[in-house]
């Protein structure tokens, strides 16, 4: 099992910033991709950005230039750091983690943009 504990979410104007935390505990050596997932109201779960245990990412179009996702393997900890924030990003944001033994998800963090 894996556990997974999401910090950092707020309340920005457009154009800020803001730091998104999750925290991992479990059985982490199982696990080969952390991500971003986000999902505003009406609309579904989406990816935002994803990272292997190696470093490798990939990001949605969208957040390409703005978002940057790293991973504190020492840690155990994922981090989103979002730049450039617009009110289109207001969002509940997952951290999901997936491997071997299962797809482990937060409980997500609100982010809301202000216009």
């Known amino acids: 099992q894996v556990q997974l504990v999401e910090s950092g979410g707020g309340l920005v104007q457009a154009g800020g910033s803001l730091r998104l935390s999750c925290a991992a505990s479990?059985?982490?050596?199982?696990?080969?991709?952390m991500g971003w997932y986000r999902q505003a109201p009406g609309k579904q779960r989406e990816l935002v950005a994803r990272?292997?245990?190696?470093?490798?990412?990939n990001y949605a179009d969208s957040v390409k230039g703005r978002f940057t996702i790293s991973r504190d393997n020492a840690k155990n900890t994922l981090y989103l750091q979002m730049n450039s924030l617009k009110p289109e990003d207001t969002a509940v944001y997952y951290c999901?983690?997936?491997?071997?033994?299962?797809?482990?998800w937060g409980r997500g963090t609100q982010v809301t943009v202000s216009s």
């Open positions: 999901n983690a997936e491997g071997l033994m299962g797809n482990y």
């Open positions: 479990g059985s982490m050596f199982s696990i080969n991709f």
């Open positions: 990272i292997s245990r190696g470093g490798t990412t």
